[in-house]
């Protein structure tokens, strides 16, 4: 391990400098949804619980537009180690046009049947009926939010990682701002409630997308080529489907396996406290991932260029080797820092200012200390298959390491504990877990291979 994580000099240099802005940007991005949990759950904890399941769907859009990042991402950072800008505008159209049309199409649904939604997603029709309201809004929030989040994937893609970071900053901001005033009704705007933390995120939302258009037109790093940009052609739609595609499918469902961890608590005796206690732990602990997400986009901007430089697959396997190892020793540092806090901090004095007492703070300790010990693995398999294997362009296996462990294991183990032997939170916590203890080794397995490095770049240019 030590001799596969000596490097060139000023190599960690770069790693920290693609990774900051990224971990920064989602530090920015993952407090709001703590802010906004924050300001619901004043509200009570049927609100929290309300919302809590509204944003099951909210959780697939989000992972549906983290696909089409990733999968621009891989076309993206091997173009620029080519130094193809048109390329890189012909993908980027590709991708707005397609990530747009999804999201649309989602969104119209979800404002359409918000209470016939809900009702899939948990045992109480009440909680249904709370958390409507929400749903028929946000939807459209994330219309504007995959076009600005493909524009700043192409940003970090092409190594200008800070720009994503000041977009999402300024509108994380701007979304804080609008909760305050439009949830509680302060400064003379109407108290909307849980409406009113949608209708923030969608006015959120627009600004960073209009700031997306202003800077895209100046940029200067990749200059707009309107021309490629509106007519990518066929040749460039068949590139993206055959790279990319995979890779959206696999977010949309390990993002719909996500989701039903929460439709699975949603339907337990206790669906209140458990998705009061979800609520909070899914956010914080996003929070405590936000390094191993830096890690793992660096990773990709990194190996992409280096496949897309020509490096033999003995250099690539090098680098690889030694990014990942790197992410697991980070992973570890802050999995320790995180298990500190949960007696000392966590259970003192954050539970409560989120109102989980009793029941759902002891269900919410437990899963916070399943989910801390278990970051160093999930700091491998984020780096591994969105960093590694993705910009290696091998997406069929690792869409396969990505979902089996998911849909397999981690969902089913989880449904029994929960659903049938209703055993209580400490299982249920650690079944939850489960996933990344059995995707780790299988991404060792197939990165030790090498079989995973392909030039997705090779054919006739476009």
């Given at each position: ?11 960690y ?5 693609l ?75 590709v ?13 119209v ?16 029709h ?52 609008l909760?305050y005033?439009?949830i ?6 109407p ?19 209009l700031?997306?258009?202003?800077c895209a ?24 489907l055959?790279?990319?595609s ?20 949603g ?44 490096k ?7 680098l ?5 190892w ?46 801390f ?32 462990p ?23 916590a ?33």
């Amino acid at each position: 391990m030590l001799r596969c994580l000596r490097r060139e000099p000023g190599f960690y240099k770069r790693l920290w400098m693609l990774s900051l802005p990224v971990i920064l940007q989602n530090l920015i991005t993952f407090s709001l949804g703590l802010i906004d949990t924050f300001m619901v759950s004043q509200l009570g904890n049927e609100e929290m619980a309300a919302v809590s399941s509204a944003n099951v769907p909210v959780f697939l859009l989000i992972s549906i537009v983290f696909g089409f990042q990733s999968g621009l991402g891989i076309l993206v950072s091997q173009y620029w180690g080519k130094g193809d800008l048109k390329n890189i505008n012909r993908a980027l159209g590709v991708a707005c046009f397609l990530g747009a049309g999804v999201t649309a199409v989602l969104a119209v649904v979800l404002a359409l049947f918000p209470v016939q939604v809900m009702d899939l997603l948990s045992n109480r029709h009440d909680l249904s009926l709370l958390g409507a309201p929400y749903l028929q809004v946000i939807g459209f929030s994330y219309v504007f939010n995959m076009l600005s989040s493909l524009y700043a994937s192409a940003q970090r893609s092409v190594e200008n990682s800070t720009f994503g970071m000041k977009l999402f900053g300024f509108s994380t901001v701007l979304n804080t701002a609008l909760n305050y005033l439009l949830i509680f009704g302060h400064g003379g705007f109407p108290a909307l409630g849980v409406r009113g933390a949608a209708v923030a995120t969608l006015l959120a939302r627009m600004s960073e997308f209009l700031i997306c258009v202003v800077c895209a037109v100046r940029s200067k790093n990749i200059p707009l080529d309107l021309g490629c940009f509106l007519r990518p052609g066929t040749e460039m739609v068949g590139r993206f489907l055959k790279y990319a595609s995979p890779v959206v499918l696999n977010e949309t469902a390990w993002g719909l396996g996500n989701s039903l961890l929460t439709v699975i608590l949603g339907y337990t005796d206790n669906s209140v406290e458990m998705l009061a206690a979800n609520a909070v732990m899914g956010n914080l602990n996003r929070l405590f991932l936000v390094v191993c997400f830096g890690l793992g986009a660096a990773t990709a901007v990194i190996v992409g260029k280096a496949i897309g430089e020509g490096k033999t697959k003995d250099e690539v396997l090098s680098l690889s080797q030694a990014l990942l190892w790197f992410a697991v020793l980070v992973g570890g540092a802050v999995g320790m820092a995180a298990l500190v806090l949960v007696p000392t901090l966590f259970v003192p004095v954050i539970f409560p200012m989120f109102k989980l007492f009793g029941e759902s703070s002891a269900i919410a300790a437990a899963m916070a200390v399943a989910g801390f010990a278990t970051i160093p693995l999930h700091a491998y398999a984020i780096s591994a298959v969105t960093g590694v294997l993705r910009a290696g362009g091998d997406v069929a296996f690792s869409t396969a390491l990505d979902l089996g462990p998911q849909w397999l294991l981690c969902l089913p183990l989880t449904a029994l504990c929960a659903l049938v032997l209703k055993t209580g939170a400490w299982p249920i916590a650690i079944a939850i877990q489960i996933e990344c203890v059995v995707k780790s080794p299988l991404c060792a397995w197939r990165i030790g291979g090498g079989k995973w490095i392909h030039d997705v770049t090779r054919g006739r240019e476009v």
